[in-house]
């Protein structure tokens, strides 16, 4: 048989054994995760917990020991710069993290938001927010991950006890500022534990420091010291309940933030009642980025009043946003955007609430940015990353649980380099994506018959020849003078 296989003629069918050998692997993209993962039991589903903790600015970890959030970057992976998006504000960056998109394409493009064509307005501190219509440009990542067949549990994470495309979290606890971080902790390790068929698979969790913190003292108080090592006692506390309940060594944990925070100057307000009558617009959302929608027939005056107004302040046209910011594309961006300078705020007047801490400035300056580090068996150990951006976040969260990310602007390609490498032999661990139970067996079985089809014709063909050499021998002369007079073609 082999001799059969070497001799001339006979490399067409050496390439239907290759490819009949190969045939499974051809296949296996929708058959198999990269990590050739496929048919495992459900005890080994991929895990991942992504905490927050609000207004954790990147360089906190430097200013005071911080061991717990260094156990963590040691044992796994720490970026060191990480730009979110414009605004820097909660809602729409909490909403970037479990979208993977900018605030122009999600929709929550402020904490507070008017509605021209509804005549409705959004606030984070009303009713408003459980309101679906706002949520529902984009489609948060608890939404796709249950629609895969998977659970997830939430806990206090903006947007999670929100009916969005008509689905809850698997198991989620509505907002209460009161309900406290250790018990936050102890009931989504309990969905984390439960029996395999209810536990959840991708968890969230909010924290509302240190950004209350940093708005009230400013971070370049003394007493945010305090604050700051608190929340690393608080990343101590998670590690020991993740670790009681048997979940350390095979959770992947992410924890960052969603923004930064800056210090203000009781010198530096802007006073709008300055430049333009209250009469002239309506104001949306708060200092640093102020949206204003003029009176009707308006917008002329009072963007020529407010621009060059004062030096602290830059006025946009939304239609003159910068694109680097993304935030122009959306019917909830208002006409005028006023964006202070970093340290300073804006006011009517300054009988205004002032705080000494705020972002929501531009996105590139470090002030605004936020904290991440994450470990588990997903990642890679002690590796530190120079940059990345929020946005890829997304599409890393849905390669940890193999679920098929919606469009989005980021990339896995950007944050590869935060995974463990893929094992050469590896077990069965990851779940198939629920669109591969599609047509790619039947695709496989269907090749696999017409290549097995194609291979016996071959063998049957070369076997008679072989028994026919004569006949063989006769063709071989027929076709001669034919080849001559082709090379003189
Ligand atoms: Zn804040």
Redesign the pocket.
Same mark, same amino acid.
């Given at each position: 048989m082999l001799g059969f296989l070497k001799r001339e003629g006979c490399d067409s069918l050496i390439c239907l054994w290759a490819m009949l050998l190969l045939l499974p692997l051809q296949v296996s993209p929708h058959g198999h995760d990269q990590s050739g993962t496929r048919g495992h039991s459900i005890p080994d589903r991929p895990k991942l917990l992504l905490v927050s903790f +609000?207004?954790f600015r990147c360089d906190y970890i430097y200013r005071v020991p911080t061991p717990n959030f260094h156990i963590l970057k040691d044992e796994g992976v720490m970026v060191d710069q990480v730009e979110n998006i414009y605004i820097t504000k909660?809602f729409p960056n909490h909403y970037t993290l479990v979208t993977g998109v900018y605030a122009e394409t999600h929709g929550i493009v402020a904490n507070e938001m008017f509605d021209s064509s509804l005549n409705q307005s959004f606030s984070m501190e009303t009713d408003s927010r459980f309101d679906s219509h706002w949520w529902e440009e984009a489609v948060p990542l608890w939404v796709t991950v249950q629609k895969a067949g998977r659970r997830s549990g939430a806990v206090m994470w903006p947007g999670t006890d929100v009916k969005i495309h008509g689905v809850y979290p698997s198991k989620y606890l509505p907002y209460n500022s009161s309900v406290s971080f250790e018990s936050r902790v102890e009931q989504i390790i309990e969905w984390f534990s439960g029996p395999e068929e209810e536990a959840v698979d991708f968890g969230v969790l909010y924290w509302e420091e240190p +950004?209350e913190s940093g /708005?009230r003292l400013g971070p370049q108080s003394s007493q945010m010291d305090e604050v700051i090592a608190g929340i690393d006692e608080k990343v101590g506390f998670l590690i020991n309940e993740l670790k009681k309940a048997g979940l350390y060594e095979k959770m992947n944990l992410i924890v960052t933030s969603d923004h930064g925070m800056t210090q203000l100057f009781a010198d530096n307000i802007i006073e709008l009642d300055e430049y333009v009558s209250r009469d002239l617009y309506m104001w949306v959302d708060k200092s640093p980025v102020v949206g204003i929608l003029p009176k009707e027939g308006k917008l002329e005056e009072v963007y020529n009043k407010l621009l060059d107004a004062n030096p602290n302040m830059m006025v946009y046209r939304k239609e003159e946003m910068p694109p680097r910011y993304h935030y122009q594309h959306n019917s909830r961006i208002m006409p005028i955007i006023l964006e202070a300078k970093e340290g300073w705020t804006i006011m009517q007047n300054r009988t205004g609430h002032f705080m000494l801490g705020n /972002?929501g400035y531009d996105n590139t300056l470090r002030s605004m940015q936020p904290v991440f580090v994450a470990r588990g068996p997903a990642f890679r150990q002690n590796h530190v990353k120079p940059f990345m951006r929020s946005v890829d976040i997304y599409p890393l969260m849905c390669h940890i649980l193999s679920v098929r990310p919606l469009p989005n602007n980021g990339s896995l390609l950007n944050v590869q380099d935060l995974l463990a490498p893929e094992p050469v032999t590896s077990t069965p661990s990851v779940p198939p994506r629920a669109e591969e139970y599609s047509y790619a067996p039947v695709v496989g079985c269907f090749l696999s018959v017409v290549m097995v089809i194609g291979f016996l014709m071959v063998f049957i063909r070369e076997v008679t020849l072989r028994q026919l050499p004569s006949l063989q021998h006769r063709r071989r002369e027929m076709s001669q003078p034919l080849l001559q007079e082709d090379l003189h073609l």
């Open positions: +609000d207004g909660t +950004d /708005h /972002h």
